[in-house]
């Protein structure tokens, strides 16, 4: 089973950076893509920006140009470096991963959510 662990959320004033990070743990045989989502309060998760294996990217408007994914497919790890944040940027940020894991069996797995709360 793979498990995805999440990390570096926490509380900015507007115009700040964070750097949220999620590594999957459980030895998985091989990732596809890897993606960051959002859940406000009153809305819907929403996607934020999503990566493949090969590097392909794509982000929701609202956050082009001041949001920034990559991985490290050696550490199996997600990065999603948050610029120039704004107060509607609050929200539970999820990690989300699918791929295969042993025994050759196919995952999409979901890690628990780091809160980010930007001030104005």
């Known amino acids: 089973q793979v498990q995805l662990v999440e990390s570096g959320g926490g509380s900015v004033t507007a115009g700040g950076s964070l750097r949220l990070s999620c590594a999957a743990s459980?030895?998985?045989?091989?990732?596809?893509?890897m993606g960051w989502y959002r859940h406000a309060p009153g809305n819907e998760r929403e996607l934020v920006a999503t990566?493949?294996?090969?590097?392909?990217?794509n982000y929701a408007d609202s956050v082009k140009g001041r949001f920034t994914i990559s991985r490290d497919n050696t550490k199996n790890t997600v990065y999603l470096q948050m610029n120039s944040l704004k107060p509607e940027d609050t929200a539970v940020y999820y990690c989300?991963?699918?791929?295969?894991?042993?025994?050759?069996?196919?995952?999409?797995?979901w890690g628990q959510g780091t809160q980010v709360t930007v001030s104005s």
């Open positions: 459980g030895s998985p045989i091989s990732i596809n893509a």
């Open positions: 989300n991963a699918d791929g295969l894991a042993n025994p050759f069996l196919p995952f999409d797995s």
């Open positions: 990566i493949t294996s090969g590097g392909g990217t």
